[in-house]
């Protein structure tokens, strides 16, 4: 059912300094950036999953709230499954607490699903799917 470990999203005040750690001194390329949702979000591929840096444009959104309270730093991980229904079925039937009762678009194109953190031993756990 999971294949890999797909992206970790992390959590930054500031997009262009992050990149500054990331794409200038690690040596790392961004594959592509992009709004969604309220946030502004940077793609860069590691090996084969990715790190997805997280800036929020909507200072009431989710992710604006998220670093208010705990800060830069890891946001959630994504595992990437072939069938995002089905898994988020079978997991919901497993007992876990789910955010998202039916997957939806997420940046990037994915189809995805939150499970919460309460469940799943304090981490934002997502799946996605990719075509």
Not at 6 to 17: E, K, M, P, Q, T
Request: with cysteine; aromatic share 4%; proline share 4%.
């Amino acid at each position: 059912m999971i294949r890999k470990v797909d992206h970790v999203g992390i959590a930054v005040s500031n997009l262009d300094n992050a990149l500054k750690l990331y794409r200038d001194t690690l040596g790392l390329k961004v594959e592509h950036t992009e709004d969604f949702q309220g946030m502004k979000i940077a793609f860069i591929p590691v090996g084969d999953t990715e790190i997805e840096l997280l800036q929020p444009t909507d200072p009431n959104g989710a992710l604006a709230k998220f670093l208010e309270k705990k800060g830069e730093g890891v946001q959630h991980v994504a595992l990437r499954v072939d069938d995002v229904s089905k898994s988020l079925e079978d997991l919901k039937a497993k007992g876990l607490s789910v955010i998202d009762e039916k997957p939806r678009e997420g940046a990037g194109g994915a189809k995805i699903a939150f499970f919460h953190p309460k469940s799943t031993m304090g981490v934002l756990l997502e799946i996605c799917q990719r075509d």
